[in-house]
Every structure is written in C-alpha cells, then in structure tokens.
C-alpha cells in the first residue's frame, strides 16, 4: 500500500508549467510470488502534491498543475528521474511460469480534501502521463476501487504522472489537504 497525499492552497499566484512523464515495461525472471509498488518518494515518506491556485484564476477551467519535491519522482532501478513535479509510479509482481497471476493496481480516491467544513472531491483532480498503456490518462473517478492498470506477473513497470486541479469550480479560500491510498494486489 502506498499513500499520495493532495494539497490545494487558494493562493495570490497560479503555478502553471506543463511536464512530460515517460512510462517502460520490463520483463522479470519468474520466481517465488513477489510484488512491490511505489507511489512517489522512497523509504513510506508521503508525497505531497500542492495545488496554487490564484484568486483571479479560480473556477475558470484552465487546470492548475501540481508541484511536487524532487524525491516524489526520483529514479527506481532501471527508471530514470521523472521530470520536475512528476510523481513516480512503479509496480513489480512476479510469479511462476506454473502460476501466472495478473496484478492490478487500484486507488481510493472516495474521500476528499478538506478545509475547515469545506470539501473538495478527488474527482477535481486528473493526471497526465505520456507514452505506455500501463496508466493511460484519466482522472479520479471517486471510487474506493478504482483500477489504473493491471498486468501480467513477471512484470516491472514505471511511468510518471503529472498531477492537475481541474479548477471548474469556484471553491472557499483555504488550505485543502486529503489522502488517497494506492493498492497492488496479486490474488
């Protein structure tokens, strides 16, 4: 299980630079039952994604790109360094030949980002990434169980995503946080 956390501040400026992410597959020897997931930063540190967006901005439909440290998108093994403000995503399962299992990784992304009583849905928020099929483009759908990709076992996968507020909405100023949960499960 790995955790990504989300922050959007209504601030006096808006953050608005684009981002490549880059994704590779790689095949694993089979072996013993294994997987491995990393979202973000390495060692069970939480990456923070924040969101800036300006006054004047806010509610005009322009999506407002996160940024991120550089540990959130540093390199894995074979996996290069995503670009600035990109977050990491890998995933490893491995199986015997005889017992070829699919892995499939999901997000919780059911709760919100809160300030005070205010509430904003993950289903503002939508990601980027370019090349590869594992986690085509797409956005939050609001799910405990929402599946970004399943595979094959005796795979390594990687790609980076780049994080948006979709900023459709006009929301009370403050500082939003909340939580989703990253799950890789092989049955």
Do not use: K
């Amino acid at each position: 299980m790995s955790r990504l956390a989300l922050r959007i501040a209504v601030a006096a400026w808006l953050a608005s630079a684009a981002f490549t992410a880059s994704a590779v597959t790689i095949a694993v020897a089979d072996g013993a039952p294994q997987i491995s997931l990393r979202i973000g930063a390495t060692g069970g540190t939480i990456s923070l994604v924040t969101f800036a967006v300006a006054a004047a901005t806010a509610g005009n439909g322009t999506p407002v790109v996160g940024t991120t440290n550089a540990a959130a998108g540093s390199a894995q093994g074979t996996f290069a360094a995503c670009a600035a403000n990109n977050v990491r995503v890998w995933a490893r399962a491995r199986s015997t030949v005889a017992n070829s299992r699919t892995a499939t990784l999901q997000v919780n992304s059911s709760g919100t980002m809160t300030s005070g009583a205010n509430a904003i849905p993950f289903t503002d928020i939508d990601w980027i990434t370019s090349a590869g099929p594992e986690i085509p483009s797409g956005s939050f759908s609001g799910s405990a169980t929402q599946t970004l990709m399943s595979f094959m076992n005796s795979r390594e996968v990687g790609m980076c995503l780049q994080f948006r507020f979709l900023n459709n909405t006009v929301y009370p100023a403050g500082t939003y946080n909340g939580q989703m949960t990253f799950n890789l499960n092989m049955p």
